[in-house]
């Protein structure tokens, strides 16, 4: 068969499939990746960050390992000895200059253990996407910096957190180190994360094994489904300036911009400048909770994390197919985003029935005749079979390898 006939036939089908979708009230356009975050699965949800270049995407289920969570011991236990010796310096320390050169040293070191994980995460990173490392090794890798990032955020401290360097730097009058401290956390915000969270509490034993989708290219994103709750992140180190602007007065609009929905759907939000580097987003809304970092230079979200509780999830349907009065519907998706499945009869009633990936059974639709899934990256199909019709809708998820 000539290549012409493949695409003839894709593109009837593309033609087919939206015009069933027509006719029953409903077409959602694909999800475009940008710099800045879009919609996602829905216009009735908050917009997402994505990635615009996909070098690499899998699943990977990681597993505890003993030489991890030693190694993340140790860390644990040098940063709590580095604090403690902060500690009785300064108590032993008798006059304002020993104390600043003792909080600016402490925190000299911290530039350097924030500059060495984010170098570390960047290495993984260009590793995996040249084939240098599998999946498996690159989501151990993150989970293990990511572990060592939250102990030094635990040191580095914030308003809230005695006992730590923003509140001693603080506590001695001294504004500017604490400033800088915001500024590190700011940077560690690229190497930490709810999924990365996840991997490590697996990595130690911690918790139950969880399945992991993740896509590098011009940064990296993590997704994983959690007891209903669909996770994910995204880090975007080219979203980045390393010079300083913005004014906090200047956010609000800001982050209007970057997620509109959010303008008028979120509850108790909470913006937060993070020593001119950074201004720290958080909010709540219906059916999730995100935070999210944006440069005060470029005006970019850099890092994103959601928390979405996927039974109140809206998701447009975007394909379907029809066979024996039951019909197949997929969601609007991305890569590693929560895509619907859901199965229907003629009068709209639930039908439970297998569902697989690209041939791989993914689950069972259920009672209520929906399967949520982690869609993978690129082109696959979804299929089932209904009262021996074979069913099958075709998905795109951006951006793919």
């Keep these: 068969m000539s290549r012409v006939r493949p695409l003839l036939a894709a593109i009837l089908l593309v033609v087919a499939t939206t015009a069933t979708l027509a006719a029953s009230g409903g077409v959602a356009a694909p999800v475009e990746p940008s710099d800045d975050p879009v919609v996602g699965t829905s216009e009735r949800s908050s917009h997402v960050l994505l990635l ?12 505890a390992s003993v030489t991890s969570t030693l190694e993340s011991g140790h860390a644990d236990l040098a940063i709590d000895l580095q604090l403690g010796e ?5 108590d032993a320390a008798d006059n304002r200059s020993a104390r600043r050169e003792i909080l600016q040293n402490a925190t000299d070191k911290a530039a350097e253990r924030v500059a060495e994980l984010r170098a570390r995460a960047t290495a993984a990173n260009d590793a995996y996407r040249d084939g240098e490392m599998t999946a498996a090794a690159y989501v151990r890798t993150l989970g293990a910096i990511h572990a060592e990032a939250s102990s030094l955020s635990s040191m580095l401290g914030s308003t809230s957190a005695p006992g730590t360097l923003y509140s001693y730097a603080y506590d001695n009058g001294f504004s500017e180190i604490g400033t800088r401290v915001y500024r590190l956390r700011a940077q ?96 709540n809304y219906g059916h999730g909770q995100i935070t999210a970092y944006i440069d005060t230079t470029t005006e970019r979200v850099y890092a994103e994390h959601h928390q979405q509780t996927l039974a109140q999830l809206p998701a447009d349907a975007e394909r379907n197919d029809t066979a024996n ?6 969601s609007r998706t991305y890569a590693g985003g929560p895509l619907l499945v859901r199965m229907e009869n003629e009068a709209g009633e639930p039908l439970d029935t297998t569902v697989s990936l690209n041939g791989t059974v993914a689950g069972d639709t259920g009672d209520d005749g929906r399967l949520w899934v982690l869609s993978p990256a690129g082109e696959y199909n979804v299929t089932t079979v209904h009262d021996g019709a074979r069913l099958e809708v075709n998905v795109t998820a951006q951006p793919s390898p």
């Design 86 to 90: 902060v500690e009785q310096r300064l």
């Design 52 to 63: 615009t270049e996909a070098d690499a995407a899998s699943y990977d289920e990681p597993n």
């Design 188 to 283: 560690l915000a690229t190497v930490e994360g709810p999924v990365r969270e996840r991997i490590a509490a697996v990595v130690h034993g911690d918790r139950e094994q969880i399945r992991v989708h993740v896509t590098a290219g011009n940064g990296v994103m993590l997704s994983t489904i959690d007891d209903g709750r669909y996770v994910r992140e995204t880090v975007r180190p080219d979203n980045v300036e390393d010079d300083l602007g913005g004014d906090i007065s200047d956010a609000p609009g800001i982050i209007q911009a970057q997620y509109p929905w959010l303008a008028n759907h979120s509850t108790s939000p909470s913006i937060e400048t993070r020593g001119g580097y950074a201004f720290y987003y958080r909010a």
């Design 325 to 330: 009065n039951a019909t197949l519907t997929t």
